[in-house]
């Protein structure tokens, strides 16, 4: 037998006819929108309710039989009747407490649905969220391993890094323990070539002062022929200015053109060079300066470079480049 019919046989055995059949609509109704826990709740009501027409039924016989006595007393019935009527208003009104506690009941079980209804949301949300943090989580743990492979091929390649490193520092130590040995060969290397350029100068003053005596004897004809110039003066000089420095000319003439003083300043170089070619142009400018008059210059030398010829064709016109045989050849008496 089901609680529902239990509570059906209650109600039969307590109420009459007509109040059993109003509760078991109630009863009805509540069963199928009142949950389990509710439904226990109201149980207790419909006990309450039932004991309480117990009592109203033992009441009601009481007053069946105090009818009797009111047949005999009727002023006492009256009193008795209107006792009984108010015990009646009461009932109904417990009656409509009842039925406003199963409405009540049926809203909170409304509520409850859907509360249970979020609830279902929520934990359909919260299930979704956790499967979300299960994949970032295996992401992550994907992303783990790759960082610790990575960080496994990084501690390979510093090991090799260092390896590399100590092979580079003792090379650097050998390229050190070179460097000092190739400073040391170099230093006498300069020595030897400071001695070098001294014997090459000293070699190149005697070639220079061979050909400058060689051609001196001509520097008379070869101005008259070249320039026109009248020479009575021709010498080594060392031209001293006013602070203090001087030029020393190797070949120096003066002499008059057209009623002029001019002057002719020359050099002789085995193998002129352009930087030979930029001091003699230098010197001229220098002695022009300080002398205030015309001064025509010239170079000889055994030999020239095509590159030495054009260069000094195309930036020292003025100035004359000869071969040392020339003088002899050309202005010899």
């Known amino acids: 037998m089901t609680e529902v019919e239990k509570i059906k046989e209650q109600i039969t055995r307590v109420f009459p006819k007509k109040q059993a059949d109003v509760l078991f609509r109630i009863v009805d109704v509540v069963n199928d929108v009142v949950r389990v826990g509710d439904f226990n709740e109201l149980k207790a009501i419909v006990k309450d309710l039932a004991e309480a027409q117990k009592e109203l039924a033992e009441a009601q016989k009481r007053t069946e039989e105090r009818v009797n006595e009111l047949a005999e007393a009727q002023k006492n019935s009256e009193i008795r009747l209107a006792r009984l009527e108010a015990a009646v208003e009461e009932l109904a009104e417990a009656q409509k407490r009842t039925e406003q506690?199963?409405?009540?009941?049926?809203e909170a079980q409304?509520?409850?649905?859907?509360?249970?209804?979020?609830?279902?949301?929520?934990?359909?949300?919260?299930?979704?969220?956790?499967?979300?943090?299960?994949?970032?989580?295996?992401?992550?743990?994907?992303?783990?391993n790759e960082l610790a492979e990575a960080q496994k091929r990084t501690e390979e390649r510093l090991e090799e890094l260092a390896k590399a490193q100590k092979r580079t520092e003792e090379r650097l130590e050998e390229l050190a323990a070179a460097q000092k040995k190739t400073e040391k060969e170099l230093?006498?290397?300069?020595r030897e070539h400071k001695t070098t350029r001294e014997l090459l100068g000293n070699l190149q003053d005697t070639v220079g002062y061979g050909l400058e005596d060689k051609i001196?004897?001509?520097?008379?004809s070869f101005a008259k022929k070249m320039f026109g110039i009248d020479v009575n003066l021709v010498e080594r000089k060392n031209i001293v200015y006013p602070d203090g420095r001087y030029d020393e000319v190797n070949i120096y003439a003066e002499g008059s053109k057209d009623g002029e003083r001019v002057y002719l300043v020359g050099e002789c170089k085995?193998?002129?060079?352009?930087?030979?070619?930029?001091?003699?142009?230098a010197l001229k400018e220098r002695v022009k300066s300080y002398l205030k008059g015309p001064v025509y210059g010239f170079i000889v030398g055994y030999?020239?470079?095509?590159?030495?010829?054009?260069?000094?064709?195309?930036?020292?016109?003025?100035?004359?480049?000869?071969?040392?045989?020339?003088?002899?050849?050309?202005y010899s008496k």
């Open 110 to 144: 409304k509520r409850t649905e859907e509360r249970v209804n979020e609830l279902a949301e929520a934990q359909k949300r919260t299930e979704e969220r956790l499967e979300e943090l299960a994949k970032a989580q295996k992401r992550t743990e994907e992303r783990v």
């Open 303 to 330: 030999t020239y470079a095509p590159d030495v010829e054009k260069y000094a064709r195309e930036k020292y016109p003025e100035v004359l480049m000869l071969k040392s045989y020339e003088f002899e050849l050309k």
């Open 101 to 106: 506690r199963v409405n009540e009941l049926a």
């Open 270 to 281: 085995s193998k002129p060079g352009k930087k030979d070619m930029d001091r003699l142009h």
């Open 216 to 220: 001196m004897p001509y520097i008379p």
């Open 187 to 190: 230093r006498a290397l300069i």
